[in-house]
């Protein structure tokens, strides 16, 4: 069985960076493009971007081009989503998720909740 | 980029009735459409892939429907473990885009 185990709530400050993680078992994550889906209190779901961890190579949506950076390690079979210049528009819950032929999104982690506050 | 008109935003139905939510997209998506329910707390998990297949461990009371840009999802019979919000997903294009939602609750 697939799962996504993604690392624990974070509490950063206005102009900060931070780096979530998201760590792939009971498969390879080469099998699969690794997508971040944000999610702000209350609300929707908005697409990130997605990385390749067979070649790094990565999309984004355009808002999040100078917000997000996405990484992987194959050797841990682990994908990163690295937020910088962080302000409270960036308080949200983080998922990763996979895509792989025909099946968008079939598996979640369970998210990451980070909170942007002096 | 392909926008998704998801209606209605909330829906209250009773034990054993359908519902039906509506996803119009602003282009043309050839079906590639999913659908997906979070519970609160929780992740979304996807019910529905390419417009009206059932992934694995769907109840068959979930259906979904539809072509280019119009799209339906309906839960027949519904059941107190339906409660949660629902999503629509296009991803036909880049950026992939979701529905602003359907919070669904039982009167």
């Known amino acids: 069985e697939v799962q996504l185990q993604q690392s624990g709530a974070e509490l950063v400050r206005p ?5 979530l993680s998201c760590k792939v078992s009971g498969d390879t994550i080469t099998a699969y493009y690794m997508h971040f889906v944000k999610q702000r209190p209350g609300q929707g779901l908005e697409w990130i971007g997605r990385i390749d961890p067979e070649d790094d190579s990565t999309k984004y949506a355009e808002k999040f081009k100078n917000k997000a950076t996405l990484t992987a390690d194959t050797s841990s079979n ?24 025909g099946y968008p999104f079939a598996y979640w982690g369970q998210g990451t909740l980070v909170t942007v506050s002096s | 980029d392909i926008q998704m008109t998801q209606s209605p935003p909330s829906l209250s139905a009773s034990l054993g009735d359908k519902v039906t939510i509506t996803c119009q997209a602003s282009q043309n998506i050839n079906k590639y459409i999913a659908w997906y329910q979070q519970k609160p707390g929780k992740a979304p998990r996807q019910l529905i892939r390419y417009t009206s297949t059932l992934v694995s461990g769907t109840p068959s009371r979930f259906s979904g429907s539809g072509s280019g840009r119009d799209y339906s999802f309906s839960i027949s019979n519904v059941e107190s473990e339906d409660i949660a919000s629902y999503y629509c997903l296009q991803y036909d294009n880049l950026p992939l885009t979701f529905g602003s939602g359907t919070k669904l609750e039982i009167k």
């Open chain 1, 78 to 101: 682990t994908a990163y989503l690295k937020l910088s210049s962080l302000t409270s528009e960036d308080t949200a819950t983080y998922f990763c998720t996979t895509w792989a032929g």
């Open chain 1, 15 to 19: 102009g900060t960076s931070v780096k």
